[in-house]
């Protein structure tokens, strides 16, 4: 198994995929492209085959960043006697490429660099093309490595973008109704946790594996989590397990935290778990629901919030629920003064704001 290779930390994972994405110099672009994969825990032997890089070449590229920074990946060769690349395909075969990315290829994998060289070669008749050109040839086709954004198979995408459109008409509905009151709009999901062990990758000295030690036990309890993405203040919640008795308790709790009432209407957007729309809700003053699309967690800010949640507790085995709530307990009270970070990461673009609304509705959403 190949080891994973050391980068200094002179710049996060997600500034080397901005430099790899707004790089001009298609070297330079390259250069920080597989330093971004490497940043994402991929071995440099597999960036490279990704890249169409030789092996040793990208692991000159990671040396002398580690060494040098940013001023390692310059690309200093002079441009004025930078060797053209011949073009390998007509338009119309540049076409024929771009339709075959839109399937899988021959093995039925996944597109790679070296693979798209093997369908040049096919499609030209050249004996050999340089698996660097496969590369080349996808970024000039306007294809970039990313991770898929996961959304279920029953989402209703009419229903879904019905949705972003109606929720700033919703909060304009509460502001001409409460024309003295000042609107938020929050976010809310529930998180299960217990004694089953939660495993993710970890930063580990090179040449020693990590070890988690588990022991599967089925106990869990919940934790409930509330998120205003605009400012990233949040409210925190542990519960023993969800129910409509739980939630009415949840609700009174978080409307006595905001301050909710005539003066403050809170609009929660959470899924349409059958105790989030039960007969017997008893919704406090100053709190409105306002339930997503059936299948729709991508929609769902709050989703975001646990993968900071379960920070503490990976790769670690608890005695009893009792150790493993304190812990989340101390975790919560230290993910409450994040509001940067966490408005960073749940204050998505088309969540309502006052811009979007207008300065006929002063509302703070």
């Given amino acids: 198994m190949s080891k994973k290779a050391h980068l200094e930390s002179y710049l996060s994972s997600d500034e080397l995929k901005t430099r790899y994405l707004s790089a001009k110099d298609l070297v330079e672009s390259r250069r920080w492209h597989l330093l971004w994969l490497v940043s994402l825990d991929w071995s440099i032997k597999k960036a490279a085959q990704v890249m169409g890089y030789n092996y040793d070449y990208a692991k000159e590229i990671v040396k002398k960043y580690n060494s040098g920074g940013e001023l390692g990946i310059v690309n200093r060769q002079k441009k004025g006697k930078r060797r053209a690349y011949n ?10 490429l771009k339709e075959a990315l839109k399937t899988p290829p021959e093995d039925e994998g996944l597109w790679t660099g070296p693979k798209v060289a093997r369908w040049i070669e ?7 093309v340089w698996n660097q050109r ?11 490595m990313q991770i898929p954004r996961r959304k279920h ?18 909060v304009q509905e509460l502001q001409r109704e409460n024309p003295n009151a000042t609107i ?24 020693k594996k990590p070890i988690a030690l588990i022991e599967h036990r089925y106990e869990w ?17 542990i519960i023993p397990r969800v129910n409509t008795q739980w939630f009415n308790q949840v609700l009174q709790a978080l409307a006595q935290a905001t301050g909710a009432g005539k003066d403050k209407i809170i609009l929660i957007v959470l899924d349409q778990a059958r105790w989030h729309t039960s007969k017997q809700l008893e919704i406090p003053e100053g709190i409105v629901l306002q339930t997503l699309p059936p299948y729709s967690p991508e929609l769902q800010p709050a989703e975001r919030l646990w993968c900071l949640a379960d920070e503490p507790l990976v790769n670690r085995t608890f005695d009893d629920l009792d150790e493993l709530e304190e ?14 970070e966490i408005s960073a990461l749940t204050n998505y673009h088309w969540w309502p704001d006052p811009e979007q609304l207008g300065e006929d509705n002063p509302v703070c959403a």
């Fill in 134 to 144: 496969g590369w080349d040839y996808l970024k000039k086709c306007r294809y970039s």
């Fill in 153 to 170: 198979r029953k989402g209703d995408k009419d229903e879904q973008a019905a949705f972003k459109a109606n929720l700033p008409l919703k």
């Fill in 221 to 237: 309890l919940y934790l409930y989590g509330f998120v205003h993405p605009k400012t990233g203040r949040t409210e925190w919640f």
């Fill in 87 to 96: 073009a390998l395909l007509t338009d119309s075969q540049l076409l024929d």
């Fill in 327 to 340: 812990i989340l307990a101390k975790r919560c009270c230290i993910l409450s003064t994040m509001t940067s």
């Fill in 184 to 207: 938020e709009v929050w976010s809310f999901d529930e998180h299960r946790l217990g004694l089953k062990p939660i495993i993710r990758r970890i930063w580990s000295p090179i040449g």
């Fill in 122 to 128: 096919k499609k030209t008749g050249i004996e050999k």
